[in-house]
């Protein structure tokens, strides 16, 4: 099942540190660190939501005519069965909406699984920044991908 979609907006901020948290990265964004976020100009993300509960979210940046996804996960018991695939295709469609014509994220080189979502969408690799993430194993890189609206 396809889950709802609704706006990330300040009055989610608690809800979307606590996603990013249970999604299981190394250093989780907090509440305070999504509001200033989400408060940006060309900001703009949503929240994935399966009976009633959060289950993954995205979040953007828009600026001139590029844009940029600062975030996507979804909870480990939403994996591999579209979640993701459905806040990429929503963060894309919104984006296209506003006028910007490029997309960039990063994503970290052992994440195979994102990044053959990413490529399943055309992203392709613009460039690498060495030691970008900190993991529970040390410091990993992360791939710049990116691709035309």
């Known amino acids: 099942m396809t889950p709802a979609l609704r706006p990330l907006d300040i009055a ?27 408060a940006m100009p060309g900001a703009g993300g949503c929240i994935a939501l399966a009976d009633g509960k959060a289950v993954g ?27 993701g695939r459905h806040l990429l295709a929503a963060a894309i469609g919104a984006i296209s909406t506003a006028g910007a014509r490029r997309l960039f994220l990063e994503v970290a080189v052992d994440n195979t699984a994102a990044i053959r979502l990413y ?30 609206i």
């Open 119 to 148: 490529r399943a969408f055309g992203f392709t690799d613009q460039g690498r920044r060495t030691g970008y993430y900190r993991g529970p194993e040390g410091m990993v890189d992360a791939l710049i991908l990116g691709r035309d």
């Open 57 to 83: 979210l995205v979040l953007w940046r828009i600026a001139a005519d590029e844009a940029e996804i600062l975030t996507i996960c979804t909870l480990p018991d939403r994996r591999r069965i579209g979640t």
């Open 12 to 38: 989610m901020t608690e809800v979307a540190a606590a996603l990013h948290a249970a999604a299981g990265f190394h250093e989780p964004w907090s509440a305070r660190a999504f509001a200033e976020l989400v």
